[in-house]
C-alpha cells in the first residue's frame, strides 16, 4: 500500500452522485420567504429608533385593519415620537379600549397612564385628570407594579406643569428693588 495515494470513486459514480445531490438540492429548495408585513417593517423600525419610517409602515398597516391592540401601541409611539400628538392621543384611546377588551388591565392601565401625560402636553388638563383617575381605580386593589410608579410621575408631573401655568393674578410677584441690590427684598 503506497502512503499518500487518495484513490477516488470510479467516474460513473461520481456522475452519479452529482445527479443525486442536484436532485436534493432542488427538492429540499425552500420556497422564497414571503416580504415583510408593514406591521413587521414597522416593528423592526421601532426597534431601530426609526421613528418617521415606523409611522408610515404601522399607518399603512392600520389602513389595512392588521393592527391588534399591541400594535396600536406601538403606532401610538410611533406618532408621539414625530410629533405627531393628536394622533398619539386617539391611537392610544383606541389601544387602551382594545386592552380593556381584551382584559388586559396592565396594557389598559398603561394606556391611560400615557394619555394622561399626552394630554398633559396638549394643555388639556381636564382630559389628564380624567384620565390619571381611570387609571387610579384600575389600580386600586392591585398589589403594586410598575404602573403604580408610572402614575405617581404622571401626577408629579401634571403638578408641576400646572405650577408653571399659575395665572399672574395668583402668581407672588418677584421681589422689587429696594436701595441698590434686589436680593434685600427677596430677604423680607
Known amino acids: 500500500m503506497l502512503r499518500g ?20 438540492a432542488t427538492n429540499s429548495s425552500l420556497p422564497a420567504p414571503a416580504p415583510p408585513t408593514p406591521v413587521e417593517q414597522g416593528r423592526a423600525a ?18 389595512q385593519g392588521q393592527l ?11 406618532a408621539w415620537w414625530t410629533g405627531q400628538l393628536p394622533q398619539a392621543i386617539e391611537v392610544r384611546e383606541r389601544s ?5 377588551k381584551a382584559n388586559r388591565l396592565e ?11 399626552d394630554n398633559v402636553y396638549r394643555a388639556a ?25 408610572w402614575l405617581a410621575i404622571v401626577r408629579s408631573f401634571r403638578a408641576a406643569m400646572s405650577a408653571i401655568s399659575i395665572p399672574r393674578s395668583r402668581r ?14 427677596m430677604l423680607r
Open 125 to 149: 388638563d381636564s382630559m389628564s385628570a380624567a384620565w390619571a383617575r381611570r387609571a387610579e381605580r384600575s389600580l386600586e386593589n392591585v398589589p403594586e407594579n410598575a404602573a403604580h410608579g
Open 96 to 100: 387602551y379600549a382594545a386592552a380593556m
Open 68 to 78: 391588534d391592540g399591541g400594535d396600536l401601541e406601538l403606532l401610538a409611539t410611533a
Open 5 to 24: 495515494v487518495v484513490r477516488c470513486a470510479p467516474a460513473s459514480d461520481r456522475r452519479t452522485d452529482r445527479v443525486q445531490n442536484d436532485r436534493m
Open 46 to 63: 421601532l426597534a431601530r429608533h426609526a421613528w418617521g419610517e415606523a409611522f408610515e409602515q404601522l399607518t399603512k398597516a392600520d389602513a
Open 172 to 185: 407672588r410677584p418677584w421681589p422689587r428693588r429696594s436701595g441698590g441690590d434686589w436680593r434685600i427684598g
Open 107 to 117: 396594557a389598559a392601565v398603561m394606556a391611560a397612564v400615557s394619555l394622561a401625560r
